[in-house]
Every structure is written in structure tokens, then in C-alpha cells.
């Protein structure tokens, strides 16, 4: 019976300790972000409208705020930008996604920053981050949360 117990304490043990800090990051995204003070970003579409832009540059000072990081911004088409983001080559992507877009299921869409309708379909100006970046995922969620009152 106390060889059982033994056992069972050693085994509960190693479960809890397995555990670590809830969320994470598999790939570290925030830790790097804070620690190199620099946070890589890419934007869809830039420069865009002065809203876009306004509300992009009001999002990232809030987040450079957070974690004492100044952004490292890369402009482009999203197709590259987004396949950097799944390679860890850039931190974040913001720029306007549709709800349906095929990267829906490969990436981490935030709630967008705000919302425009364009041919019947809502699409949205959100930023995105690489799955599995737990973490980071509910930081920029926070972020957001924050900037739009909470829609």
C-alpha cells in the first residue's frame, strides 16, 4: 500500500510539473519580444486607408507600450507575409482578412480592429498571429479587446 501511494505521489508530481506556465508560446514569440525589445511586423496591404493606418499605428503604440518593444514593419502582399509568419520570420501580420479566407485554419486571426463590408462580405482589419503563440495569441486578444471597448 505505501509503494502504491509512493508511486502515485511521484507520478502526480511529475504530471504538475510538466505542466509549466499555461498558456505558452511553442515558439517563444513573447518572451523574444520582450527580451529584444523588437517586435517584426507585417503589414497587408500598407499603406491603406488613413483609418487603417490609424488605427494600426494606435494598436501597435499600445503593444510597444505592453512589452517595451518598437515595431520592425515589412509591407507587402499577404500570401508572403503570412507564409513569413508560419516560417517565424516576422512576430505579426495585421491587415484585412476575410472570415472565410483559407488561412483562417493556419493562422491566428485576432478580432479585428474594425470591420468594412465590400461586395456582400464582411472583411475585417485584424491582426494575426502564428498558432500555437498561446501567449502572445491573448496578449494581442487583450490588445484589441481594449482598443474596440470590447464589441
Known sequence: ?????????????????????????????????????????????????????????AFLARLGRVTGASPHIVAGSAEPLLLQLQANGLDLVIGEIAPDSPWITDVAVIEPLSVRSQGGRSIGLSPIAMNGENQWIGLLEGLVRDQTGGR
Do not use: N
Open 1 to 57: 500500500m505505501r509503494a502504491c501511494r509512493s508511486v502515485l505521489l511521484i507520478s502526480l508530481l511529475a504530471a504538475l510539473a510538466g505542466c509549466g506556465a499555461y498558456p505558452r508560446d511553442v515558439e517563444g514569440t513573447l518572451d523574444r519580444v520582450e527580451a529584444q525589445h523588437v517586435v517584426r511586423v507585417g503589414l497587408i496591404g500598407y499603406p491603406g486607408s488613413e483609418r487603417d493606418r490609424a488605427l494600426t499605428a
